[in-house]
C-alpha cells in the first residue's frame, strides 16, 4: 500500500467519506419526505414534488460523493510505474592522485603500500558525500583514470583496480601527479583540492614548481604519506603471489624504497595544504576529510534515483469531471428542463481537455522547431535539420542532442564532438528532457573514432557502459577502439561489422532510442571493462616508450 499511495490514510478516508455521503443522503431524502407531507395531501405532492426531481437529486448525490472520493484519492498519492530522476546541489571538488609506481609493492606497512593507500582512500569517500572526484594514477607519468564525477560508487570501483607497477614510465614523478590533477580541476573556480598518496620517493623532476603553478590555480595538495622512513625492500613475487626475491638495482644492491616525508611535506606547504602520515589506524582520515571540505563549491547534478511516478492527476481530472457533469445536469425534471445556453458544454469539455493534457504553453515553440528538424532529417537533409536544431540548442538539451546528430551526418565530426562533449557534463546516468547519459557518451565516442582519436573515443565507450551495462553496441565499438593499431584496417576496407555501429544513435526522432540488447547483466559488463583494461596494458607493453633522454627512467625504475 505505502508503494502505491504516499499516503495511504487518505484512501481510508475515502471510503468513510463515501459512507458518510450515502447516509447523508438518505436522511436527507427521507427528512425531506416527511416535510412534504406537512405541507401537502398525498394527491397533491406528486404535482407539486415530481418523482423525476428526486431521482435527479440522488443522481446528484452519487456525483458529488464520488467527486469526493476522486478528491480524497488524489491528496493520497497514488503512484505507479518508475522514473530516474537527478537532483542538483552545490558540491565542492577534489582530485585523489595515486602513486602506483613499483615502491608502493614494499610491505614495510601491511600488506603492503597500495593497499593500506587503497583501505584509506575507501574511508574517505565514505566521507565525501557527493562531492565532485576524480582519480590520477601515476608514476613515471601520470594518467586520468575517472574524469570528475559525482559518482563514487564508480570511483570506488576504478580505485580498486588500481595495481602497481604496471604502468609504461615507471619511477616516481609527483611535479606530473600535480600537473595532471591540477589540470583536470582548470574548469572549476574557486578553491580545489588534491589529495595526493604516495611514499614521495621521487627520482627526478620539479615538483616544487608544478605546486607554485597549482597555487596560482586555486589548488591546495593534501599529501598523505604511505611506508615508513626505515622503508622496506621491494619482493619480487612469481604468479601464485609468492616471493622469491629483492628487487636489486644495477650495482646488484637490494632496493629500500623509503617514505619521503620530507618532499611530500614541502610540496603541500607550497600550496597551504597539509602533509600526514597514513598511520596503522586510519586517524587521519578525518583531518583529510575537513581540509577536503575547504573547496568551494559548484552547482552540479549530484545524485540520480529512482522514484515512483505521481498520478494524482488521473483522480484529480475524474473529480472535476464528475464536478462538471453534476453542473451541467439541472434538478429539475426532463420534461421541464431549460435548454442549457449553447456554449455550456463546449466549455466543460474544453476545461476537460486543458486539465488533461497539462502541458505548458511556452513548450510548444521548442516542440515545433523539434518536430521540423526531425522531419528534415528523415527526409535526408540534414543540413535543413541542423537550421530547425540551431533555433533551440541553448535551451533544449534534446536540440542540441540532434545537432549533434546533424552535424555527424554531414560529416562535421569536430563539431558533433563539441555538441556531444557539452552534453556529457554533468548529465550522468538520469539525463535531461528525454536525452539519456549514455547514448550522449556513445555519440561522443563515435565521433572521436571517425577523428582517430582512439583513445578518447575508448573512454567515452567506458562510460556509456558505466550506466547502460547491457549495451551491446558500445561494447561492439569499444572492442574496436582498443584494438592494437597493427591490427586496424583502413576504415574504407573495413568489413561492415567493423565499423562504430553509428546508425542507430545519431537518429534524432526520437533521440536516444536504441535497440537494448537482452542477457547482459551488470557483471558481464565488469568483466568487459576488465578484459578492455587488459588489451589497453597489453597494447602499451608492444608500444615503445616514448620518453625523451631528459626523462631517462633506465636506471631507478621504482
Not at 499516503?7 to 471510503?15: F, G, R, T, Y
Not at 606530473?176 to 621521487?202: F, H, I, N, Q, W
Not at 486543458?354 to 537533409?381: C, F, H, I, Q
Request: charged share 25%; aromatic share 4%.
Amino acid at each position: 500500500m505505502n508503494a502505491l499511495f504516499r499516503s495511504p490514510a487518505l484512501c481510508l478516508l475515502a471510503a468513510l467519506a463515501a459512507v458518510a455521503a450515502a447516509a447523508l443522503a438518505t436522511w436527507g431524502e427521507s427528512r425531506r419526505a416527511r416535510l412534504i407531507a406537512l405541507f401537502a395531501s398525498p394527491e397533491v405532492a406528486p404535482r407539486l414534488y415530481p418523482a423525476e426531481a428526486a431521482s435527479a437529486r440522488r443522481r446528484n448525490y452519487l456525483l458529488r460523493a464520488a467527486a469526493l472520493v476522486f478528491l480524497l484519492v488524489a491528496l493520497a498519492g497514488p503512484r505507479w510505474g518508475v522514473e530516474l530522476t537527478a537532483s542538483k546541489a552545490r558540491v565542492a571538488q577534489a582530485v585523489i592522485a595515486v602513486d602506483v609506481s613499483a615502491s608502493m609493492l614494499a610491505e614495510d606497512v601491511k600488506p603492503n603500500r597500495l593497499e593500506r593507500a587503497k583501505n584509506a582512500l575507501s574511508l574517505v569517500l565514505d566521507g565525501l558525500g557527493g562531492q565532485r572526484v576524480g582519480v590520477v594514477a601515476f608514476a613515471g607519468d601520470a594518467f586520468v583514470q575517472c574524469p570528475m564525477t559525482t559518482d563514487l560508487a564508480a570511483v570506488r570501483s576504478l580505485l580498486r583496480r588500481l595495481e602497481a607497477g604496471k604502468l609504461p614510465r615507471q619511477g616516481t614523478s609527483l611535479q606530473r601527479a600535480v600537473e595532471v590533477g591540477t589540470g583536470l580541476l582548470a574548469r572549476y573556480p574557486g578553491r580545489k583540492a588534491l589529495l595526493l598518496v604516495s611514499d614521495g620517493e621521487e627520482r627526478g623532476g620539479d615538483s616544487l614548481a608544478a605546486a607554485k603553478a597549482a597555487a596560482e590555480a586555486g589548488v591546495a595538495v593534501v599529501a598523505l604519506g604511505v611506508g615508513t622512513p626505515d622503508g622496506a625492500p621491494l619482493p619480487v613475487k612469481d604468479a601464485e603471489g609468492r616471493t622469491t626475491g629483492f628487487r636489486k638495482d644495477k650495482a646488484g644492491q637490494t632496493v629500500v624504497s623509503r617514505l619521503g616525508e620530507t618532499g611530500l611535506a614541502q610540496l603541500a606547504s607550497a600550496t597551504r595544504g597539509a602533509y600526514w602520515r597514513l598511520s596503522p589506524g586510519d586517524d587521519e582520515v578525518a583531518a583529510v576529510l575537513r581540509a577536503l571540505s575547504e573547496s568551494d563549491s559548484s552547482e552540479s547534478a549530484v545524485a540520480s534515483a529512482t522514484h515512483y511516478k505521481d498520478r494524482y492527476r488521473i483522480p484529480l481530472a475524474a473529480a472535476v469531471l464528475l464536478l462538471l457533469v453534476e453542473l451541467l445536469l439541472p434538478e429539475v425534471p426532463r420534461r421541464l428542463r431549460r435548454a442549457p445556453p449553447a456554449g455550456a458544454a463546449r466549455s466543460a469539455a474544453a476545461a476537460a481537455v486543458l486539465l488533461l493534457l497539462g502541458v505548458p504553453a511556452s513548450a510548444a515553440p521548442t516542440e515545433w522547431s523539434l518536430w521540423r528538424g526531425n522531419r528534415s532529417y528523415k527526409k535526408g537533409d540534414p543540413g535543413a535539420a541542423l537550421k530547425r536544431y540551431q533555433e533551440k540548442e541553448e535551451t533544449s538539451p534534446r536540440a542540441r542532442f540532434n545537432g549533434g546528430a546533424a552535424r555527424y551526418a554531414l560529416g562535421d565530426d569536430e563539431g558533433a564532438e563539441t555538441q556531444f562533449g557539452a552534453l556529457t557534463q554533468g548529465l550522468e546516468a538520469a539525463g535531461k528532457d528525454g536525452v539519456r547519459g549514455n547514448d550522449a557518451y556513445y555519440n561522443l565516442g563515435n565521433a572521436l573514432y571517425r577523428q582517430k582519436k582512439l583513445d578518447q573515443a575508448a573512454e567515452a565507450y567506458k562510460r556509456c557502459l558505466m550506466i547502460d551495462p547491457k549495451d551491446e553496441d558500445c561494447r561492439h565499438n569499444l572492442v574496436l577502439a582498443l584494438r592494437p593499431q597493427k591490427q586496424k584496417q583502413d576504415p574504407k576496407d573495413q568489413d561492415k561489422k567493423d565499423k562504430p555501429k553509428d546508425d542507430k544513435k545519431d537518429q534524432p526522432p526520437p533521440p536516444g532510442q536504441r535497440p537494448q540488447s537482452q542477457g547482459m547483466s551488470k557483471e558481464d559488463a565488469e568483466r568487459i571493462l576488465q578484459a578492455a583494461a587488459e588489451r589497453e596494458k597489453e597494447n602499451r607493453k608492444r608500444q615503445p616508450m616514448k620518453g625523451s633522454e631528459k626523462d631517462g627512467g633506465a636506471e631507478d625504475d621504482w
